[in-house]
């Protein structure tokens, strides 16, 4: 089986910052991109940023200029830094990962989510 477990949300104030954490684990044989969606109450999940397994990166327009993802290969990690966070960014985020295991074709697994709130 293959995990995802993400870490770091919670409640920031308008400006503030929060890194999120995402670690994969299990029987893992190769990731390609690595990524980060958002739900927010009402609305569909939308991409936030993603990053390839080259380390080709991209963002939302909303998260440009103020989000930035990055990956540990040797961790199977992805980071999502969010800075000048606004009471717009809150959302249930949720880590994506296309994952092979056994060199099979790789799927997209998810985390369970975590909740970010910016207060104003």
């Known amino acids: 089986q293959v995990q995802l477990v993400e870490s770091g949300g919670g409640l920031v104030q308008a400006g503030g910052s929060l890194r999120l954490s995402c670690a994969a684990s299990?029987?893992?044989?190769?990731?390609?991109?690595m990524g980060w969606y958002r739900q927010a109450p009402g609305k569909q999940r939308e991409l936030v940023a993603d990053?390839?397994?080259?380390?080709?990166?991209k963002y939302a327009d909303s998260a440009k200029g103020r989000f930035t993802i990055s990956r540990d290969h040797a961790k199977n990690t992805v980071y999502l830094q969010m800075n000048s966070l606004l009471p717009e960014d809150t959302a249930v985020y949720y880590c994506?990962?296309?994952?092979?295991?056994?060199?099979?074709?790789?799927?997209?697994?998810w985390g369970q989510g975590t909740q970010v709130t910016v207060s104003s």
């Open positions: 990053i390839s397994s080259g380390g080709t990166t």
């Open positions: 994506n990962a296309d994952i092979s295991r056994f060199n099979l074709r790789p799927v997209p697994y």
């Open positions: 299990g029987s893992i044989f190769s990731i390609n991109a």
